[in-house]
Nanobody
Framework: QVQLVESGGGLVQPGGSLRLSCAASGRIRSISAMGWYRQAPGKQRELVAAVPNDDRTNYADSVEGRFTISRDEAKSTVYLQMNTLRPEDTAVYYC???????????????WGQGTQVTVSS
């Protein structure tokens, strides 16, 4: 059973920082892309940042220069360092990974349970 477990959300003042972590566990044969999405109330889920397995990174325009995504292959973990947070960054943040489970030859999409990030004074 493959799982993505997130941590690091919370309440922070505008201009503050938070670091999200997401660890993949279970029978995993291979991981391709890992990334973070977010969903604010009344809005669709959107891509925040992603890191494919070739170390390129992709960012939403709204977070470029403020957020940094990184990946630890050995720990099957992806991080999102969020700096200069704004009220509009408030959302539930979801970890995503494309994983080939043990015993499989196909990749599947997996999602974390979501972690709340609230930016407010």
């Amino acid at each position: 059973q493959v799982q993505l477990v997130e941590s690091g959300g919370g309440l922070v003042q505008p201009g503050g920082s938070l670091r999200l972590s997401c660890a993949a566990s279970g029978r995993i044969r291979s991981i391709s892309a890992m990334g973070w999405y977010r969903q604010a109330p009344g809005k669709q889920r959107e891509l925040v940042a992603a890191v494919p397995n070739d170390d390129r990174t992709n960012y939403a325009d709204s977070v470029e220069g403020r957020f940094t995504i990184s990946r630890d292959e050995a720990k099957s973990t992806v991080y999102l360092q969020m700096n200069t947070l704004r009220p509009e960054d408030t959302a539930v943040y979801y970890c995503h990974a494309r994983i080939m489970p043990g015993g499989s030859l196909s990749f599947y999409d997996y999602w974390g349970q979501g972690t709340q990030v609230t930016v407010s004074s």
